[in-house]
């Protein structure tokens, strides 16, 4: 998975982090469950504002 993996990322986040709600979490946060995430295998400095935003997003109808 890369950066722009974004759909993926969101899937894998609402499996992996089933108890969380995508809204209240923080991009510190966000960015180290993705780096976490199995599969994951992007550089760590690619990751933005812009990215994180649209994973988050992207969890959010996830799980709607």
């Given at each position: 998975?890369?950066?722009?993996?974004?759909?993926?990322?969101?899937?894998?986040?609402?499996?992996?982090?089933?108890?969380?709600?995508?809204?209240?979490?923080n991009f510190?946060?966000?960015?180290?469950?993705?780096?976490?995430?199995?599969?994951?295998?992007?550089?760590?400095?690619?990751?933005?504002?812009?990215?994180?935003?649209?994973?988050?997003?992207?969890?959010?109808?996830?799980?709607?």
């Amino acid at each position: 998975m890369k950066w722009t993996d974004i759909y993926e990322i969101a899937a894998a986040l609402s499996e992996t982090r089933a108890e969380q709600d995508p809204a209240a979490v923080n991009f510190v946060d966000l960015r180290a469950w993705v780096l976490a995430l199995p599969g994951f295998s992007d550089d760590p400095s690619r990751s933005n504002e812009k990215i994180l935003e649209a994973i988050q997003a992207a969890w959010l109808e996830e799980i709607a």
